[in-house]
Nanobody, 119 residues
Framework: QVRLVESGGGLVQAGGSLRLSCAASGSSYAMGWFRQAPGKERDFVATIMWSDGRPYYADSVKGRFTISRDSAKVTVYLQMNSLKPEDTAVYYC???????????????WGQGTQVIVSS
């Protein structure tokens, strides 16, 4: 069992930045970020391979968001720049034995942190 605790969400104006953190109680093959807006499905944002730090991004966030990890702290970060109102959602951290864009590939989830981007 891996416990994930997110932090760093909040309210920001369009064009601003936020950094999300996710502290894990244990390591996994991959850790990622998903987001869910009201009335919508949970969408892939980014994932990172724990072994070598390879990142993967959704097209909608490429060039704006950066995922990184601190192996010593077993923590993954999501630096979000040039935020847009359409980035507004609850952001969830996920960890699992498989990596990919489907939420079904991840075994463990955090409680979520709200990000609101005002126009």
């Amino acid at each position: 069992q891996v416990r994930l605790v997110e932090s760093g969400g909040g309210l920001v104006q369009a064009g601003g930045s936020l950094r999300l953190s996710c502290a894990a109680s244990g390591s996994s093959y991959a850790m990622g970020w998903f987001r869910q807006a009201p009335g919508k499905e949970r969408d892939f944002v980014a994932t990172i391979m724990w072994s070598d730090g390879r990142p993967y991004y959704a097209d909608s966030v490429k060039g704006r968001f950066t995922i990184s990890r601190d192996s010593a702290k077993v923590t993954v970060y999501l630096q979000m720049n040039s935020l847009k109102p359409e980035d507004t959602a609850v952001y969830y951290c996920a960890a699992g034995r498989l990596a990919g864009t489907s939420p079904n590939l991840y075994d463990y989830w955090g409680q979520g942190t709200q990000v609101i981007v005002s126009s």
